[in-house]
């Protein structure tokens, strides 16, 4: 799974509702359980303004290869 963009539903702050975003996997499986570490992509840039956020340009071009993945 590491380094594989995959769709999936991440909670609200409150946990009430989620939404189904992209997020690039920063791991293969972790332990028994099969947890992986996540990292959210965004297109908002307005909210990109902790230290912590890391902005990537990417080409149009490259952008219309990518096919992204459910997984549940």
């Known amino acids: ?3 594989k963009i ?6 609200f702050d ?4 989620s939404k ?5 996997c920063l791991t293969e499986v972790i332990s028994k359980h099969n947890q992986i570490i996540l990292a959210a992509i965004t297109s908002n840039l307005n909210n990109a303004t902790e230290v912590t956020d ?6 149009k071009r ?3 290869k990518l ?3 459910h997984h549940q």
């Open 1 to 3: 799974m590491k380094f």
């Open 67 to 69: 096919v992204l993945k």
């Open 62 to 64: 490259i952008l219309k």
């Open 54 to 59: 890391l902005i990537i340009k990417i080409q």
């Open 6 to 11: 995959v769709l999936i539903n991440f909670p």
């Open 14 to 17: 409150d946990f009430t509702e």
């Open 20 to 24: 189904l975003r992209p997020a690039l």
